[in-house]
């Protein structure tokens, strides 16, 4: 029972880490995972937690590239950016229309806005 108990705790207090982006899009906020290290070929995964068809974008802050995605409710789509030396990358919600969302590689799992 204990070692149970112990179990449960530890992975409650268990950090989210990948070697991609991970982007959830629910109604009211974004969650995000990042990976520890940069990549040369970066994968972003954005997953559609709404019930509604969700539009955005995927850029670098200097707008070298710009990929437009558009995924159904409750699924997920999944990019290749290659050669990300180009700055940081930014999520642009379109449609249902949020705030940008700026990919930081080695922080921990973060939300937009902030944890309510």
Same mark, same amino acid.
């Given at each position: 029972?204990?070692?149970? /108990?112990?179990?449960?705790?530890? /992975? $409650?207090f268990? /950090?989210?880490?990948g070697?991609?982006?991970?982007?959830?899009?629910f =109604? =009211?906020?974004i969650?995000?995972?990042a990976?520890?290290?940069?990549?040369p =070929?970066?994968?972003?995964?954005?997953?559609?937690?709404?019930?509604? &068809?969700?539009?955005?974008?995927?850029?670098?802050?200097?707008?070298?590239?710009? &990929?437009?995605?558009?995924?159904e409710?409750?699924?997920?789509?999944?990019?290749?950016?290659p050669?990300?030396?180009?700055?940081?990358?930014?999520?642009?919600?379109?449609?249902? /229309?949020?705030?940008?969302v700026?990919? &930081? $590689?080695?922080?921990?799992?973060?939300?937009?806005?902030?944890k &309510?």
């Amino acid at each position: 029972m204990l070692f149970l /108990s112990f179990f449960f705790v530890s /992975s $409650i207090f268990a /950090s989210e880490k990948g070697e991609s982006f991970i982007i959830r899009s629910f =109604d =009211d906020h974004i969650q995000v995972i990042a990976p520890q290290k940069y990549y040369p =070929d970066q994968t972003v995964v954005i997953e559609n937690k709404t019930l509604i &068809r969700l539009i955005g974008k995927l850029q670098t802050k200097d707008l070298e590239q710009v &990929r437009h995605i558009a995924i159904e409710p409750g699924k997920y789509q999944s990019l290749k950016i290659p050669n990300q030396n180009k700055g940081p990358l930014v999520f642009i919600h379109l449609s249902p /229309s949020f705030q940008e969302v700026e990919l &930081r $590689i080695g922080q921990e799992a973060y939300e937009i806005p902030p944890k &309510r």
